[in-house]
Nanobody, 126 residues
């Protein structure tokens, strides 16, 4: 069974940085596209970023473009989300999710993803 474990969340001041990690186990890491989602209190979950397994292509929500960077380390079965210039509005629980298939502009569709991590809290203070 595929399992995803996130880590790296925490409390940071506005303007600071955090790096989230998402490690996949239970299947071939190379077969999965990994998406990052977040859910702030009182808001719906939204797509933040996605990195494809086939060619490492990345997608980002407009709200994080230029500040967040997704990358992968296949040797460690891990995807990272480097978050710079953090803002209070980035405060949320961040989830990684995995799916198999051809992904493009539909990367934000939650129903595409078969496996989800437990989430990690990111809090940005002003």
């Amino acid at each position: 069974e595929v399992q995803l474990v996130e880590s790296g969340g925490g409390l940071v001041q506005a303007g600071g940085s955090l790096r989230l990690s998402c490690t996949l186990s239970g299947d071939a890491f190379d077969d999965y596209n990994i998406g990052w989602f977040r859910q702030a209190p009182g808001k719906e979950r939204e797509g933040v970023s996605c990195i494809t397994s086939s060619d490492g292509r990345t997608y980002y929500a407009d709200s994080v473009k230029g500040r967040f960077t997704a990358s992968s380390d296949n040797a460690k079965n891990t995807v990272y989300l480097q978050m710079n210039s953090l803002k209070p509005e980035d405060t949320a629980v961040y989830y990684c999710a995995a799916e198999q298939g051809q992904i493009s502009l539909t990367w934000t569709y939650e129903e595409r993803y078969d496996y989800w991590g437990q989430g990690t809290q990111v809090t940005v203070s002003s």
